[in-house]
């Protein structure tokens, strides 16, 4: 047999196909961090004005046609409305308007992203300047001085989300091509739960008390934790479920390269171009960094719809796994019987 021959029997129209979706995910994986993270740039953002009647509409005004966009401006009522909006993630900063002097004041939140603080205090104080004013900055929610540009709570969702697909990808693969029965989609989930609560744990434990990178709940990170590795490792199993080891490639696709750049955690959601704005939130890295942000900095506010996007991610992924699981019907080769074959040492696949 010829070496051409070789070859043309080593790959079949199946590893070609495999190889051609990699190829695809690479270069996806290119675009969507390069296209989400080559120019970040503050658009629309929620932003407070807290002025005297007389002047407060004009510097809305002046604010909302500032080049490019940066600011989505808003009249707010007080000082101390504008800082409980922050806390409340309601707006990402705001300017107090002194009546008498000519020094206003910026109040602004790091622990929600130090990148969209530091634009926020560039732009006032040339918008400041162009008025004979001078501006200084106030942080109403501060990052922690061992969270550098308030980047900890992103790659601890990373890591969580990192956890929860290849531990799926182990369980699926452990039973070698056998699609999950009943009883195997069971034993599944189960070690899934297992797994996210011991992941959730951990994370919260290293990033808080051991590194001291995150202030904050460590039960609340915790929890948090356990969601994320749960929805993002049922999600996973589910897609294998029904498209075999295609799924794992397209969990990737979901939590990676659409997930990851759109999360908010290397730049915060304003500074993004629109279409990963869009789908951040709706996907587990995002859902999850904005509740981490929370629980670290923002008094716990504002967590409601990210859990939910995070618990629809979770009951979606297993249901599917266990409908499809369910559906199945086969012999004492796939397990369907409650004899599941053994695997080389003598244990059972799940």
Same mark, same amino acid.
């Given at each position: ?8 029997? !080593? ?8 190889? /051609? ?213 049922? /999600? ?58 929370? /629980? ?22 297993? !249901? ?31």
């Amino acid at each position: 047999m010829t070496f051409v021959d070789e070859v043309k029997n !080593a790959v079949t129209p199946r590893a070609a196909l495999l190889v /051609i979706g990699v190829l695809g995910l690479q270069l996806l994986f290119i675009a969507s961090y390069v296209g989400a993270l080559h120019k970040p740039k503050p658009t629309d953002v929620a932003f407070g004005v807290v002025a005297p009647q007389q002047m407060s509409q004009q510097l809305v005004s002046q604010l909302d046609g500032l080049p490019g966009g940066p600011l989505d401006p808003r009249t707010v009522g007080s000082e101390a409305e504008a800082r409980e909006q922050i806390m409340n993630r309601d707006i990402d900063g705001a300017l107090i308007v002194s009546p008498q002097g000519r020094t206003d004041t910026l109040l602004v939140a790091s622990g929600g992203g130090t990148v969209l603080s530091s634009a926020l205090e560039r732009i006032l104080t040339q918008v400041e300047a162009g008025q004979q004013r001078t501006v200084r900055t106030v942080d109403v929610a501060p990052a922690s001085p061992d969270d550098f540009d308030g980047l900890s709570s992103f790659y601890l969702v990373v890591g969580w989300c990192v956890g929860g697909y290849l531990c799926a990808s182990i369980l699926a693969i452990s039973a070698g091509t056998k699609p999950a029965n009943r009883q195997r989609a069971l034993i599944r989930t189960a070690v899934m739960a297992v797994y996210a609560v011991a992941g959730g744990i951990g994370g919260a434990v290293i990033i808080g008390p051991i590194l001291g990178a995150l202030p904050g709940s460590v039960w609340g990170l915790a929890g948090l934790g356990a969601l994320v590795v749960f929805s993002v490792g049922m /999600i996973t199993l589910a897609l294998e479920a029904l498209t075999g080891i295609v799924g794992i490639g397209l969990a990737v696709l979901i939590i990676v390269i659409a997930g990851n750049p759109s999360a908010g955690g290397a730049f915060p959601l304003p500074m993004l171009p629109d279409f990963w704005r869009a789908i951040g939130p709706a996907l587990p890295p995002g859902a999850g960094t904005w509740v981490a942000r929370s /629980i670290a900095y923002f008094r716990g506010n504002a967590v409601t719809g990210p859990l939910l996007v995070l618990s629809a991610w979770a009951v979606a992924g297993t !249901a599917l796994t266990l409908l499809l699981a369910m559906r199945r019907r086969g012999g004492p080769d796939d397990g369907s019987t409650g004899t599941a074959p053994p695997s080389a040492g003598g244990s059972t696949a799940v």
